[in-house]
Structures are given as C-alpha cells and as structure tokens.
C-alpha cells in the first residue's frame, strides 16, 4: 500500500454527490444551433478557418491554434456555418467574445477519423501532434494544452505520472460516473500517456474514499498492469495539482514553479480518456461529461453532451424551473462561477452546471468586519496568511500581497467557506491578481515601447551619420570639380552641346533639359501614355466581364478613373499637335510672368470669365474624384466642391453685376491693377534671381521659411472655422494636416549643418 501524506488546512463541506448520481449516463437532444468560443483554454484564442456558410461535418476543424499555448476547435456536429461574431461566454464577468455559429443540420455526420491500430509504432512528435491536432485540453481545471504538458523541458526528466480522479468539489460526479462506465479507456489512456512521457517509473491514479463503485471499477481495469490505485481520505482541495502531489508523495511543489521540476506530471482521468481516443480513434474532442445538478431542475444526472451545446438547451431538457434557481453556477460551489445568460455554451472545462434551489443555497449575508479569529489561516491549503493578504487587497498594497505569495492562492474557497464574517476572501483575491497581471503587462508593453524608441533614436542617429558623411563626399567631389574645371579653358559659345563636361551631374541636367525641350521626344511621351491608357482600358474591361460581385464594383471604379486619364491623355496630345511652338514653357518663374502680363491686359470681366471656367475644370475634376474615392476621403471632397461652387457663384454674381454697370473710361482701377500686377511681376524676378543665387541649403531654409507661413495662415483658418462652426472645416483640417506634413518632411531634408 502507498503511503499517504496529509495536506495542511482543508475543509469538509457537504458533499451532496449523491444527487446525481441516482439515475445512469445520459444524454440530451441534438440541438439546433451549436456556438464554439475560440478560447476554451489557457493562452490565445484559436484562429477561424472556415467562413460563413460553410459546410462543415462532425470532428471537422473550423478554428486554428496561435502559438505554443493555444488549442484548436472541432465542429460537433455536422451543419452550416451561420456567423462569426461575439456571444455570451461562459465567463465570471458576463464577458463576450469571438464565437463560431454553427446551424445544426441534424444528420450528425462525421469526417472519416485516422485511426490507429499500433501507437508505438509512431514517434514521440508524431503522437504530442496527433493530440495537439485533436484540440485536447485539461478537462478537470483551467484548461491547460495537454500537448504543451505531455512535452517537458530537457531539464526535467518525469519519474511519476499521477492520473487526478479525486473530483473533491461538491455536487460534480463527471469523473466519478467516468471512472464507473470506462474504466478500461481512462487505463489505456494512462498507458498512452506513460509511453508519451518515455515510461516513467510511477504511475499512479488517486482517488478519494468516498467513490467505492469507482475505486472497484479502477481496480478490476487495472489488474495486470503497474497502475497503482491509491486511495486517500476525503477533503476538500484535495484535487488542486499542487495538493495531489503532496498527498501522494510527499513532495512540495516550489512556490512559482510547476510539478515537473519535481519530475512530476498530473493529469485528470478524462484528458487521459481523450488523449488516448485522439491516438488510437482520430477522434477530436468534441464532447465531455458533465454533472447537471440542483434542486430547480426536475432532472439531475450526469449526461455526456456535445461542446457547443447552448446551456439553456441543457437546462430545458432537465425541466428547469427559473423561478425555483438562486442562481446559475458552472463547476461547484466552492471554485465555480455564477452564469450572467444560459445563452452561454458548453466548453472543454465545463465539468458541471450547477442549478441549486433558494433552500439548497440561500443569499450569502451581508460581509461583516474581521475579527481576527485566524479560522483562514488555519484551512487554507497553501499555507497562506488570506487575512494579511486581505487587508493588502483592500488597501491596494499589491507588492505587499504578493510577498505574502498572494499568486500562490489556489481560490479553492476554503477561507470564504469557514469565515464567521461571511468575507467573500476569494473575490478580492481573484480582484488583486487581475491587476496584478494587468500591471505587469502594461509594464511589459511599457519597456517594449522603450526598448523600440531607444532602437529607433541609435537607427535615426546612424542614418544621420550617414547622410552626413555622404554630403561631405558629395561636397568633396563638387569642390574637385570646380577646382578642375577652373584649370581648363572656358568654353567658347561655338562649342557643340553634345560635347561631353567634365561634371557628370551637370551633363545629365543638361540632357535632361535639351530632352524636355524637344517637341518630338514630348510628342513621343503623350502617343505612349496615351496608348498605355488605352491598353489599361481595354484589360480592365475584360477584367470585368470575369468578374463577380464585389469586384465587379472595384472595377468599374477603376475602369471611371481609366477613362477619365484617357481622355486627359488625349487632350493633351491634341493641344500638343496644336501648339504655335509644340513645347510648354519649361520655366516655371517664365510661365508665371508670362501668365501674370497675359492677365494684366484683360479687362474685369474677362478676368471673372477666365475665373469661373478655371472653376468648373476643378469642380468636374473633384466630381470625377468624389465618385471613385474611398469613404473616408469622400467627405474631404464634397467639402472641397462645396467651397469651390460658393467661390464661382461669387464671382458670377460680380461678373453679372459688372456687366450690368456702364463701361467706364476712368483708367484709375487699369492703373492700379497694371501697378499690382507689374509688381507682381518685378517681385517674382527678384524671387527667381534670387533663389538662383541660392545654394541647396539656403534654397531649402527659404521653404521651410515658406511654408512655416503658410503652416500659420492655415491654423488661424482653421481655428476660425472652429469657432464659426464652418460645414466645410473638414476640409481647413486637411489643409493643416498636409502642410505639417511638408513641414516635417522638409525639415528632415534639410541639412543639420549651417551653410557657409
């Protein structure tokens, strides 16, 4: 007989088991609508890999793991897929979350399973990836990946495997029932599990001595093997991991730390079950069982139901009287959690559904003060001081709790359970931890952000270094080639422009200016973008004849803007062909005086004519835009056309009331128009020759200068348009936005260093 340790505090509350188990294994009835939660287990959620109104089959594959720490998600049954969207979860907190619909079609149709005759015949990775690939989870607690257990660490060499059949909490009888109806699986899976962790020298299943119809099914299965049953004396938690560990080997599992560093792994009898159906059936986890039981349901029994399955769908199949329940509980009464909706579905970890009545558990009474009686001390099972730590919670004092090893806490219940001030302990501990983690993330986050600015100051400062030691070999380079060029003769005017230079950046400039001045390389441009719009045209409407749905909508966008620069294409080509001289003033500075004398000798009214047709060019262009841009720019635009229409119905209404008024042969307003205008004109030259006079660095100070100006012009607009409460100031923000943008990017440009 294995000797057996004792384990420091625990209580002793009803156990109320018997109510369950009066009537055998049941089942309930396929129901019609089936939700799957991606996160039915510790560590990240699974991924969707089916869309809605997809078919699926029973045992199929409809969510993907993310990560080490995650399991997969399997269809239930065979049906369609109805939605992808966020349903009540079986959570504390009424929380809601990403869920898989799946409309049941009622034929429970399977995929064809690969079973497996011989699994030692397969690898060490090939079996941890068959149950990885089943989505199996721990059944009996928080749902731990049962892959990631089944695959320790080298540094940790596993002598002991314990299989947990002890199910202390009161009221659930799911492993009981078990261990009663498939004693010969839960071994096999033992077995299974011994061969995955190379054969360790114990293997041990603890029960406790108040399942004798278990405890005799176990011991008939295991007869012929060197399964040790070890059975112990009941009380409460004496299923926690940690507890188990102790009560059957007399070992401390260290504070932080896990079973495995004592060469130690446990797992419950129905992931053992699971495991070993996955290997030798291909099976997935699809369905459990779990304990239906309170006195507000007509029926109270264990039944094994498909996950997915809608509690409320539960609890109408065992007559519940809604009326009659105190409240709803997942798990038992000790570490369960009471339900916010019935709506809530079934998952891996569901062990029990808890409907008591108001008699079977009444109102918890109101909490009073402590009064240091020291009875939580004394049946906490971890050894803690749950006064101190509550005192700690209360006060906010979290780095004081956790030298009390508040993250030790089990929540086992046992010092709520025995408080004679009715304290509800658990929930402020539960509460204390929740921040705790939420804290240490935040500062993981915190030093990650740190940790990429610090990154990206020593990668702006190297790129610095960078630019700058390029400039001073640019520089270099500019001054040799001054200095050679004054070694040599000047050239004289007769010398043919296709002579090379000594300067290649020169050379190239002046290629690319004689190439600008060609009538026939610009003719040459326009046929090829012209005949490239065309080629686009056409492809995009065969594009289209293929299309389907939504795309065909894209397309018929893209196909507008196509032809819209087909015809801007076309137009350009034929002013070209028109044109007195066949080329365009290259010469920006030029182009302006030219336009601006040109504007000097039209009268007022032609100048308002020549103002509205420059307007309808930029309301049809932006009317062309509005139709084919993304929402979020649509507003942007129709703000943009809102303001040009006020502008040309302003200058219509001076054009009408000048057309209106007698000529007038006074020249005063010729005079002071043809002043502005020439002055206009004189400053633009002073500009240009200034600027010539410029080097790049100076050039670049002047447009920052500019546009710091007109930075400032836009916010006092802006911040009008505010306070006036102007419709169009969507328009006056994106002003603001991109002229900061230019701000910035030119200040970038700019050189660090002063010019000389």
């Given at each position: 007989?294995?000797?057996?340790?004792?384990?420091?505090?625990?209580?002793?509350?009803?156990?109320?088991?018997?109510?369950?188990?009066?009537?055998?294994?049941?089942?309930?009835?396929?129901?019609?609508?089936?939700?799957?939660?991606?996160?039915?287990?510790?560590?990240?959620?699974?991924?969707?890999?089916?869309?809605?109104?997809?078919?699926?089959?029973?045992?199929?594959?409809?969510?993907?793991?993310?990560?080490?720490?995650?399991?997969?998600?399997?269809?239930?049954?065979?049906?369609?897929?109805?939605?992808?969207?966020?349903?009540?979860?079986?959570?504390?907190?009424?929380?809601?979350?990403?869920?898989?619909?799946?409309?049941?079609?009622?034929?429970?149709?399977?995929?064809?399973?690969?079973?497996?005759?011989?699994y030692t015949q397969l690898s060490h990775r090939e079996l941890i990836d068959k149950i990885r690939e089943a989505g199996i989870a721990g059944l009996g607690g928080a749902g731990f990946p049962t892959a990631v257990k089944l695959n320790p660490s080298d540094s940790h060499t596993i002598d002991t495997l314990i299989l947990n059949g002890t199910e202390c909490e009161p009221y659930i009888t799911a492993d009981d029932t078990l261990m009663q109806t498939r004693a010969d699986e839960i071994i096999q899976g033992a077995l299974l599990l011994s061969f995955i962790l190379r054969q360790p020298s114990t293997l041990i299943i603890g029960i406790e001595d108040n399942k004798p119809d278990a405890?005799?099914?176990?011991?008939?299965?295991?007869?012929?093997?060197?399964?040790?049953?070890?059975?112990?004396?009941?009380?409460?938690?004496?299923?926690?991991?940690?507890?188990?560990?102790?009560?059957?080997?007399?070992?401390?599992?260290?504070?932080?730390?896990?079973?495995?560093?004592?060469?130690?792994?446990?797992?419950?009898?129905?992931?053992?079950?699971?495991?070993?159906?996955?290997?030798?059936?291909?099976?997935?986890?699809?369905?459990?069982?779990?304990?239906?039981?309170?006195?507000?349901?007509?029926?109270?029994?264990?039944?094994?139901?498909?996950?997915?399955?809608?509690?409320?769908?539960?609890?109408?199949?065992?007559?519940?009287?809604?009326?009659?329940?105190?409240?709803?509980?997942?798990?038992?009464?000790?570490?369960?959690?009471?339900?916010?909706?019935?709506?809530?579905?079934?998952?891996?970890?569901?062990?029990?559904?808890?409907?008591?009545?108001?008699?079977?558990?009444?109102?918890?009474?109101?909490?009073?003060?402590?009064?240091?009686?020291?009875?939580?001390?004394?049946?906490?099972?971890?050894?803690?001081?749950?006064?101190?730590?509550?005192?700690?919670?209360?006060?906010?004092?979290?780095?004081?709790?956790?030298?009390?090893?508040?993250?030790?806490?089990?929540?086992?219940?046992?010092?709520?359970?025995?408080?004679?001030?009715?304290?509800?302990?658990?929930?402020?501990?539960?509460?204390?931890?929740?921040?705790?983690?939420?804290?240490?993330?935040?500062?993981?986050?915190?030093?990650?952000?740190?940790?990429?600015?610090?990154?990206?100051?020593?990668?702006?400062?190297?790129?610095?270094?960078?630019?700058?030691?390029?400039?001073?070999?640019?520089?270099?380079?500019?001054?040799?080639?001054?200095?050679?060029?004054?070694?040599?003769?000047?050239?004289?005017?007769?010398?043919?422009?296709?002579?090379?230079?000594?300067?290649?950046?020169?050379?190239?400039?002046?290629?690319?200016?004689?190439?600008?001045?060609?009538?026939?390389?610009?003719?040459?441009?326009?046929?090829?973008?012209?005949?490239?719009?065309?080629?686009?045209?056409?492809?995009?409407?065969?594009?289209?004849?293929?299309?389907?749905?939504?795309?065909?909508?894209?397309?018929?966008?893209?196909?507008?803007?196509?032809?819209?620069?087909?015809?801007?294409?076309?137009?350009?080509?034929?002013?070209?062909?028109?044109?007195?001289?066949?080329?365009?003033?290259?010469?920006?500075?030029?182009?302006?005086?030219?336009?601006?004398?040109?504007?000097?000798?039209?009268?007022?009214?032609?100048?308002?004519?020549?103002?509205?047709?420059?307007?309808?060019?930029?309301?049809?262009?932006?009317?062309?835009?509005?139709?084919?841009?993304?929402?979020?720019?649509?507003?942007?635009?129709?703000?943009?056309?809102?303001?040009?229409?006020?502008?040309?119905?302003?200058?219509?209404?001076?054009?009408?009331?000048?057309?209106?008024?007698?000529?007038?042969?006074?020249?005063?307003?010729?005079?002071?128009?043809?002043?502005?205008?020439?002055?206009?004109?004189?400053?633009?030259?002073?500009?240009?020759?200034?600027?010539?006079?410029?080097?790049?660095?100076?050039?670049?100070?002047?447009?920052?200068?500019?546009?710091?100006?007109?930075?400032?012009?836009?916010?006092?607009?802006?911040?009008?348009?505010?306070?006036?409460?102007?419709?169009?100031?969507?328009?006056?923000?994106?002003?603001?936005?991109?002229?900061?943008?230019?701000?910035?990017?030119?200040?970038?440009?700019?050189?660090?260093?002063?010019?000389?």
């Amino acid at each position: 007989m294995r000797r057996i340790w004792d384990i420091p505090g625990g209580v002793h509350p009803p156990e109320n088991k018997q109510q369950s188990m009066q009537q055998p294994l049941g089942n309930v009835p396929l129901p019609q609508e089936l939700v799957f939660p991606l996160n039915q287990h510790i560590g990240q959620p699974a991924t969707p890999i089916i869309e809605v109104g997809d078919t699926v089959l029973a045992g199929q594959k409809i969510a993907e793991a993310v990560g080490v720490f995650s399991a997969p998600v399997h269809a239930s049954t065979s049906g369609t897929i109805t939605a992808i969207e966020d349903r009540p979860l079986p959570h504390a907190s009424g929380l809601w979350g990403k869920c898989i619909v799946l409309n049941s079609d009622g034929q429970h149709q399977a995929i064809a399973y690969d079973a497996c005759e011989d699994y030692t015949q397969l690898s060490h990775r090939e079996l941890i990836d068959k149950i990885r690939e089943a989505g199996i989870a721990g059944l009996g607690g928080a749902g731990f990946p049962t892959a990631v257990k089944l695959n320790p660490s080298d540094s940790h060499t596993i002598d002991t495997l314990i299989l947990n059949g002890t199910e202390c909490e009161p009221y659930i009888t799911a492993d009981d029932t078990l261990m009663q109806t498939r004693a010969d699986e839960i071994i096999q899976g033992a077995l299974l599990l011994s061969f995955i962790l190379r054969q360790p020298s114990t293997l041990i299943i603890g029960i406790e001595d108040n399942k004798p119809d278990a405890i005799k099914a176990m011991q008939a299965a295991a007869k012929g093997t060197h399964i040790e049953i070890a059975t112990f004396p009941t009380k409460y938690p004496s299923g926690g991991e940690k507890q188990l560990v102790q009560i059957l080997t007399g070992q401390e599992v260290p504070a932080k730390d896990i079973p495995a560093s004592l060469g130690i792994v446990v797992q419950n009898i129905g992931t053992a079950v699971a495991a070993y159906r996955a290997v030798r059936f291909g099976e997935p986890l699809t369905s459990r069982i779990t304990t239906v039981v309170g006195q507000s349901l007509q029926t109270q029994r264990n039944i094994e139901v498909l996950l997915g399955t809608p509690i409320s769908h539960i609890l109408h199949a065992h007559g519940f009287n809604r009326a009659k329940a105190a409240k709803l509980i997942m798990g038992g009464p000790m570490m369960g959690f009471a339900l916010q909706s019935d709506e809530a579905p079934v998952v891996k970890t569901t062990n029990c559904i808890l409907a008591p009545s108001h008699d079977e558990l009444p109102a918890q009474p109101p909490a009073q003060a402590c009064i240091r009686c020291g009875m939580c001390a004394e049946a906490c099972p971890a050894s803690l001081l749950p006064q101190q730590l509550y005192w700690y919670a209360q006060a906010e004092d979290y780095e004081r709790a956790q030298n009390y090893h508040l993250m030790d806490c089990i929540e086992c219940g046992a010092c709520s359970y025995v408080c004679p001030s009715n304290i509800p302990l658990v929930q402020h501990y539960r509460a204390a931890k929740g921040i705790i983690r939420q804290q240490a993330e935040e500062k993981l986050k915190s030093d990650h952000a740190r940790q990429r600015f610090e990154f990206r100051q020593r990668r702006m400062e190297k790129a610095e270094e960078e630019k700058e030691a390029k400039r001073l070999a640019r520089k270099k380079a500019a001054e040799a080639a001054k200095a050679k060029a004054a070694n040599k003769p000047a050239t004289t005017p007769d010398t043919p422009s296709s002579q090379p230079t000594d300067d290649p950046v020169a050379a190239a400039m002046a290629r690319l200016q004689e190439k600008k001045n060609d009538p026939q390389a610009q003719q040459a441009k326009l046929e090829r973008t012209l005949s490239s719009t065309r080629e686009r045209l056409a492809k995009l409407q065969q594009k289209l004849d293929q299309a389907e749905g939504d795309q065909r909508e894209k397309i018929s966008a893209q196909i507008k803007q196509a032809q819209v620069r087909l015809q801007d294409a076309e137009k350009n080509l034929t002013e070209h062909n028109n044109s007195p001289t066949q080329a365009a003033p290259t010469d920006p500075v030029a182009a302006a005086i030219a336009k601006a004398q040109a504007k000097v000798s039209m009268s007022a009214d032609e100048k308002l004519k020549d103002t509205i047709a420059s307007l309808d060019k930029r309301i049809a262009r932006a009317q062309t835009k509005l139709s084919s841009a993304p929402a979020e720019q649509q507003a942007i635009l129709q703000a943009s056309i809102e303001t040009l229409n006020a502008k040309r119905q302003d200058a219509q209404t001076e054009l009408k009331a000048i057309l209106q008024q007698a000529p007038d042969p006074a020249t005063t307003e010729q005079n002071t128009t043809q002043d502005a205008a020439n002055a206009a004109i004189t400053k633009a030259k002073e500009k240009a020759a200034a600027m010539a006079t410029m080097t790049p660095a100076e050039k670049q100070l002047e447009q920052i200068a500019s546009l710091e100006k007109r930075l400032k012009k836009a916010k006092a607009r802006f911040e009008k348009a505010q306070s006036d409460g102007d419709d169009n100031i969507d328009a006056f923000r994106s002003g603001v936005e991109k002229l900061s943008e230019k701000l910035a990017q030119a200040k970038d440009a700019a050189p660090k260093d002063t010019p000389e």
